[in-house]
Structures are given as structure tokens and as C-alpha cells.
T-cell receptor
């Protein structure tokens, strides 16, 4: 069965701190795709990144970085030097051809000024 | 328009009525997705269209839900005999090549339709 676990329900840090959001997934498929999405307080959903299972390269985009480790079935998301605008709910998701897109329950991130 | 648009933005209906929700994807995007988000809850995948392939309907919660897409343009999500548990924000997204394409493929979301079933 497919499963995505975001064990951190809520995280609160002070601005400029680094913060890592954890995402652990379960799948029996050898080809799958992982995603992160951001949902700020305004409610709009923003796609952040997608990673294919055959590409374990880590990704960096500005203050955002993603660490994909197949050995531990994790796809963690780190925000460096966090800012108040990073406050949002972040969702991790998994897709494979054998199953529908599965979302984690989300992590609510609050950045305090 | 430049982005994904959805209509209506809000819909209030009575239990038992049918509703249609519309999504206009970004022009040229071959992939289109429907998601649902109940109040205060996470996201649920509903259906995925990829070009002319048969849609992935694996997320539709019941046979009261159906969706159509004409070519690579507008999509309509229909909910028949609405129930109170159907109340949610329905989100549509589109992307250029879809789930099995390049990892750089970006999904663009519409503003959503807030459905309230009384």
C-alpha cells in the first residue's frame, strides 16, 4: 500500500532559523514520483518540486532544498534562513502508476518574527 | 488568461442536487488534475487527465463523481446527488507534460471552487 507520513503536525521557529520538514513514504513500486506543495494562509496551492524515483540528486532552489534518500524512503524539505512569508502548510505527496496520488497530512509551519 | 481559472468561485447547493464545476487550464497544458480539500483537512486527489489517454479516475470517492475533459481544454467535474460530506474546496491544476514527464514539470493551480452543500 502507498503511504505518506508527515509526522510533524506543527512547527514554529523564529525568523532566520533553518527548518526541516520531514516526509517519509511507502511504496512497492520501483518507479514513483514525489512532490512538495505549499499552501499559505491565503489558501492558494503552490507547487514546489517534483522528484522522480530514478533521480536521487538533491535539489536546491534559493533558500529551499530537498534531500531525497531512497534508502530511508524520505524526501525532506529544508528552508534555510526562514522568513515570515514561509509560514504555510506544506504537503508532501507520492504518485506511482499503480496507485493514485497520495498526500501526507501536512505540516503547519509558523515563522515568528 | 495566463493562469488556471475555475468557476464558479463559490457554489451553495441543496443536498440532492447536481453541481458542475469548471476548470480552464493554461493553454497548451496536456495534463489536468482535480483535487479536493475539506475544511481544515488535507488534500485528496480525485482525477487526472493526460492528453488523449484514459483518465486516471482512481481518486474519485464514489460513482456520484465524474469528470470530463474535451481535448486539452476545459474540464468539468460533476457531482450528482450532492451530500453534505461533498462540501469542500475543489482545486484544479494543469501542467505541460504530466506526471510521467520531466521532473521539471510544474503544476499550476487555480483558485478553487468552494462548494457548500446544505
Amino acid at each position: 500500500a502507498q503511504k505518506v507520513t508527515q509526522a510533524q503536525t506543527e512547527i514554529s521557529v523564529v525568523e532566520k532559523e533553518d527548518v526541516t520538514l520531514d516526509c517519509v513514504y511507502e511504496t512497492r513500486d520501483t518507479t514513483y514520483y514525489l512532490f512538495w506543495y505549499k499552501q499559505p494562509p491565503s489558501g492558494e496551492l503552490v507547487f514546489l518540486i517534483r522528484r522522480n524515483s530514478f533521480d536521487e540528486q538533491n535539489e536546491i532552489s534559493g533558500r529551499y532544498s530537498w534531500n531525497f534518500q531512497k534508502s530511508t524512503s524520505s524526501f525532506n524539505f529544508t528552508i534555510t534562513a526562514s522568513q515570515v512569508v514561509d509560514s504555510a502548510v506544506y504537503f508532501c505527496a507520492l504518485y506511482s502508476s499503480a496507485s493514485k496520488i497520495i498526500f501526507g497530512s501536512g505540516t503547519r509551519l509558523s515563522i515568528r518574527p | 488568461g495566463a493562469g488556471v481559472s475555475q468557476s464558479p468561485s463559490n457554489k451553495v447547493t441543496e443536498k440532492g442536487k447536481d453541481v458542475e464545476l469548471r476548470c480552464d487550464p493554461i493553454s497548451g497544458h496536456t495534463a489536468l488534475y482535480w483535487y479536493r480539500q475539506r475544511l481544515g483537512q488535507g488534500l485528496e486527489f480525485l482525477i487526472y487527465f493526460q492528453g488523449n489517454s484514459a483518465p486516471d479516475k482512481s481518486g474519485l470517492p464514489s460513482d456520484r463523481f465524474s469528470a470530463e475533459r474535451t481535448g486539452e481544454s476545459v474540464s468539468t467535474l460533476t457531482i450528482q446527488r450532492t451530500q453534505q460530506e461533498d462540501s469542500a474546496v475543489y482545486l484544479c491544476a494543469s501542467s505541460l507534460v504530466g506526471l510521467r514527464g520531466a521532473s521539471t514539470d510544474t503544476q499550476y493551480f487555480g483558485p478553487g471552487t468552494r462548494l457548500t452543500v446544505l
